[in-house]
C-alpha cells in the first residue's frame, strides 16, 4: 500500500450501553468497545479496544457460552477542563462462542488497550471404527 | 488536517464564545461532543478525539488512541501548535482467514492544535499509557500569571 492509498481515519462518537430494563447499580457509564474478529482453522481471534483500562481493570467471564468482557476505566481527575471531545468510561461486550472452541484454553493479552483474545477450536472429534467381533 | 484555536483566556466573553462553538459542534455534528445525538447515529470527526485541560502551569492534551504503537506516534510542536501524527496498522492476520467483525479502523491520522498561550517548547512532553495518549504542554515563563506587587 502507498502513501496516498492510506485511509485518513475518522472519529466516531462512542457508542453508550443503554440500559433500558434492568437499572444499572454501578456508577459511571459504559461503552460499547469497537471489536475486529477474524477466524482461522485453528481458532477465533478478537481484538477488543478498551482505551484507559489496566490489566487488573479487565474482567473476562464466561457463562453458557457466552463470554462477557468488561473493562472498568476511571475518568481522570481533572483540573480545569477547556476542551472535551469525548468521555471516558468502562467497556462492556458480550459475545457467543460456538460449541466448538475450546474454553479452557482461551487466552487473553493486553496490548496498547486493546484486549486481544484468542479461542481455539476444539479439535475435531476422531471418527471411532467398531469392529464387530 | 484541522487547527483548532482559542482566542483569549477564561473570561465570561470566551467562555460565551466556547458555549455558542459547542452547540455549533452539536448542531453541525462536525465533532463528537459529549451528550447524546437526536438523531441517535453516532457522529463523526477527527482522528483522535482529544480532551484538552488547563492547571494554570501548564496544558494537558489527552487522546485514546488503542492499538495504535508509541513509536508509530509523531508529536510536534511548533510555537504554539501542536501536531500528532500517526498510524494504526491492521493486526497480521494469517491468509485464508476470515473476517467476521471489522470495527476498528485502521490508517493514518494528522491533527493540529493550537494553545491559546504560549508553551516552553523545550518542556512538552508525552507519554502513552493502556491506549491513552497524554501530552504535556508547560506554559512559557511569559505567559504565567504572576502577582503584581504594588509599591507604597
Known amino acids: 500500500m502507498t502513501e496516498k492509498e492510506k485511509k485518513e481515519m475518522e472519529t ?8 433500558s430494563g434492568a437499572e444499572s447499580t454501578r456508577e459511571g457509564v459504559l461503552y460499547v468497545p469497537d471489536v475486529d474478529i ?3 482453522d485453528e481458532a477465533i481471534t478478537l481484538w477488543v479496544d478498551v482505551p484507559g483500562a489496566r490489566r487488573d481493570q479487565v474482567d473476562i467471564d464466561i457463562n453458557e457460552n457466552v463470554l462477557t468482557l468488561t473493562a472498568r476505566v476511571e475518568p481522570p481527575a481533572w483540573e480545569r477542563p477547556l476542551y472535551r471531545e469525548y468521555d471516558v468510561g468502562g467497556f462492556e461486550r458480550r459475545f457467543t462462542l460456538g460449541e466448538k472452541v475450546d474454553q479452557e484454553k482461551i487466552s487473553a493479552k493486553l496490548e496498547d488497550g ?3 483474545l484468542t479461542v481455539p477450536k476444539a479439535a475435531p472429534h476422531e471418527p471411532r471404527k467398531i469392529a464387530i467381533a | 488536517m484541522a487547527v483548532i484555536r482559542w482566542l483569549g483566556n477564561d473570561d465570561v466573553f470566551s467562555r460565551l464564545d466556547r458555549m455558542q462553538r459547542d452547540m455549533d459542534r452539536l448542531a453541525t455534528g462536525m465533532f463528537p461532543a459529549f451528550g447524546s445525538d437526536l438523531s441517535g447515529s453516532p457522529r463523526v470527526g477527527l482522528y483522535p478525539p482529544l480532551n ?5 502551569e501548564s496544558f494537558k492534551v489527552h487522546a485514546e488512541v488503542p492499538g495504535v504503537k508509541p513509536s508509530d506516534i509523531d508529536i510536534s510542536v ?4 501542536l501536531t500528532i501524527r500517526g498510524e494504526r496498522t491492521m493486526p497480521s492476520v494469517p491468509e485464508g482467514a476470515s473476517w467476521h467483525r471489522r470495527e476498528r479502523q485502521m490508517g493514518r491520522f494528522r491533527r493540529s ?12 512532553s508525552a507519554r502513552c499509557e493502556n491506549g491513552v495518549l497524554e501530552i504535556l504542554l508547560p506554559r512559557a515563563e511569559s505567559a504565567k500569571q504572576r502577582k503584581i506587587e504594588i509599591k507604597v
Open chain 1, 114 to 116: 486493546v484486549m486481544i
Open chain 2, 113 to 124: 492544535l493550537t494553545l491559546p498561550e504560549q508553551i516552553d517548547a523545550s518542556k512538552v
Open chain 2, 52 to 56: 484538552i485541560f488547563d492547571d494554570s
Open chain 1, 12 to 19: 466516531t462518537e462512542k457508542k453508550a450501553i443503554e440500559r
Open chain 2, 78 to 81: 511548533t510555537g504554539n501548535t
Open chain 1, 38 to 40: 477474524v477466524e482461522t
